[in-house]
């Protein structure tokens, strides 16, 4: 989730999870200069990402976490946002867009985060636009079960909101929010909710194998999903979060162009 502000008839619909930092510029084809960050419609329903392959690369073996052990819990995540950064880096080469690896916060309560103050006990990490900074929230009732698998997925949608930011969705997206009304305000929020949520099914699917997890653990993932307004219901959130993993790569994740019944 992100943390935005929907300025339509004063609506404010507030989305949060898990926060990445990003800094510097890569990316591109080597030799070749990065193409302009799409604008307009085209951002949205013709974006370069849609246009890239597959990701390339399916290894991401899980770390060990020990119970309450913060050390173990930062190893695990370092590992995972380095599997992402490479297999987004790959994704945003093919798609000619700068990219760049985040920058990350690890905390165990709420602090100040340029976008509010951190919403402990409501989500497990919060992007936040204003200063590109993800900030994951290791909080107590998480430590203690060093098997769970929610933690991998939230870390990999809010990368997926990141890809959105780096690829011109977010920017538009914002752009827009001006001059909408409150009902279509929060449709634009839940199609950038639900594919963020595509990316990061994307994403599992291509690195499932390497996990060494049973696919009870997915299932079980899909099972305890619950939707709002911001976020889309939970069909439609199964929905695109299966519709990824079988995709394999963001090509199937564009849903600016989907049907409102997919992103109800």
């Excluded at 098997?147 to 969705?169: C, K, M, P, S, W």
């Excluded at 990316?199 to 996990?211: C, K, P, R, T, Y």
């Amino acid at each position: 989730m992100i943390r935005i502000s929907l300025r339509a008839a004063a609506v404010a619909a507030t989305a949060a999870a898990t926060v990445l930092s990003l800094a510097g510029t890569a990316g591109a084809s080597p030799g070749k200069a990065a193409r302009p960050m799409p604008r307009g419609q085209a951002a949205l329903t013709a974006n370069p990402l849609y246009k890239t392959g597959e990701f390339d690369f399916p290894e991401c073996s899980e770390l060990s976490r020990r119970p309450d052990d913060l050390d173990t819990y930062r190893v695990y995540l370092d590992h995972l946002l380095d599997c992402l950064n490479k297999s987004w880096a790959e994704e945003f080469r093919q798609a000619g867009l700068r990219f760049s690896p985040p920058k990350v916060r690890y905390i165990t309560k709420s602090v100040p985060t340029g976008c509010g103050k951190y919403p402990a006990g409501y989500a497990a990490g919060m992007y936040c636009p204003k200063n590109d900074t993800m900030w994951i929230l290791l909080y107590k009732s998480q430590l203690s079960d060093p098997t769970e698998f929610n933690l991998f997925t939230v870390i990999a949608h809010e990368y997926g909101h990141y890809a959105q930011d780096r690829a011109g969705i977010l920017p538009e997206v914002y752009r827009r929010y001006r001059t909408l009304s409150k009902k279509r305000a929060y449709d634009l929020t839940r199609r950038v909710e639900l594919q963020a949520e595509c990316f990061s099914g994307a994403f599992i699917g291509s690195v499932w194998h390497s996990l060494g997890r049973d696919e009870f653990d997915f299932e079980e993932q899909l099972d305890w999903i619950t939707g709002d307004a911001a976020h889309g219901k939970a069909r439609s959130i199964r929905y695109w979060l299966k519709r990824g993993w079988i995709g394999n790569g963001p090509k199937a994740c564009d849903t600016f162009s989907a049907p409102a019944r997919t992103t109800a």
